[in-house]
């Protein structure tokens, strides 16, 4: 029996809690935010957040599935049957209808809920980051942030958080894109400095929060002749990259989007969050419509 208590621990604590709270944590923070999610480093802290995370989800789900569903999902004879087949098998026993029942009950209905989960977990974490986003909470409510403090940084987003004074923020209109300047080091001279827009980053691997390299548009050089005078020189080129172990510091300059242009990107913010709203009612309505036809039977040849 110790080896089936086991089995049940490592099979309910895997599947149904560690793997959905990954895959939501994968979803939740991807794009700028994927490094978040690093194995590489802090495997206990990853592990536990997926275990809490997969907790969450999975008191959630079965009690959603079980408030809605006409036969509630009971994980403890998906177990039992896992147990029973590891025993018969420890047991040696040479039955060849051993595997029957549970290959019905798993394929016929704990698979599809096991990737049922696993693509709710997935949606979720998904559809909470969008929200987050598109509504700025992260911005408002340390909570909800984002541990990539660059993207605040780079995206102008930085200028909306509380601890700033409003007076420094010249504008309210969104950011459209960031002109940076960049003091690097240079191994055959004084340190550099380069100018331009920035196209993209990329944090370092084992530490998220460095910058492992930077990319600017129309990239310049500025430098200092021995008479004093600072030339501007353009980097010939389409990508001009700057290594992050290279860079000293960093000055941001934000430019927004005009009035016209601030009116056009409100409105396809509204349009888009409508859209959301009008697609999540329409599932909604189709998931409690199918689960009250499936829960009444209406689906039955007898009925028609």
């Given at each position: 029996m110790e080896v089936s208590l086991g089995v049940y621990a490592v099979v309910f604590i895997f599947?149904?809690?560690?793997?959905?709270?990954?895959?939501?944590?994968?979803?939740?923070c991807n794009g700028a935010f994927s490094k978040q999610v690093n194995w590489t480093n802090n495997i206990l802290a990853n592990f536990l957040s997926s275990f809490?995370?997969?907790?969450?989800?999975s008191v959630g789900i079965l009690f959603a599935l079980n408030t809605f569903s006409k036969t509630p999902i009971n994980l403890d004879k998906f177990l039992l049957s896992i147990?029973?087949?590891?025993v018969s098998v420890n047991a040696q026993d040479e039955n060849p209808d051993k595997f029957k029942g549970f290959t019905d009950s798993f394929y016929y209905r704990y698979l599809p809920f096991i990737l049922f989960f696993y693509f709710t977990a997935a949606f979720l974490?998904?559809?909470?980051i969008k929200s987050i986003q598109k509504l700025g909470l992260d911005t408002r409510f340390?909570?909800?942030r984002y541990e990539n403090n660059w993207h605040y940084l780079f995206?102008?987003?930085?200028?909306?958080?509380?601890?700033?004074?409003?007076s420094i923020q010249t504008t309210q209109r969104r950011v459209k894109y960031t002109f940076l300047d960049v003091l690097a080091e240079n191994s055959s001279e004084k340190p550099t400095l380069y100018s331009g827009l920035i196209a993209d980053y990329d944090l370092n691997f084992r530490d998220p929060s460095k910058l492992d390299r930077i990319y600017l548009y129309k990239a310049t050089r500025y430098k200092k002749?021995?008479?004093?005078?600072?030339?501007?020189k353009t980097i010939p080129g389409n990508i001009f990259t700057i290594l992050g172990s290279k860079i000293i510091n960093i000055n941001c300059?934000?430019?927004?989007?005009?009035?016209?242009?601030?009116?056009?990107?409100?409105?396809?913010?509204k349009r888009s969050i409508l859209v959301t709203a009008q697609t999540i009612s329409v599932v909604l309505f189709l998931l409690i419509l199918v689960s009250f036809l499936t829960s009444y039977n209406f689906f039955r040849a007898n009925f028609f």
């Open positions: 599947f149904f809690i560690v793997v959905p709270g990954y895959i939501f944590r994968r979803f939740y809490v995370t997969g907790i969450i989800l147990d029973n087949l590891i974490g998904f559809f909470s340390k909570i909800f995206s102008g987003k930085l200028l909306k958080f509380k601890k700033f004074d409003p002749l021995n008479t004093g005078e600072v030339t501007l300059t934000y430019i927004g989007y005009d009035e016209a242009e601030e009116i056009a990107e409100k409105y396809k913010v």
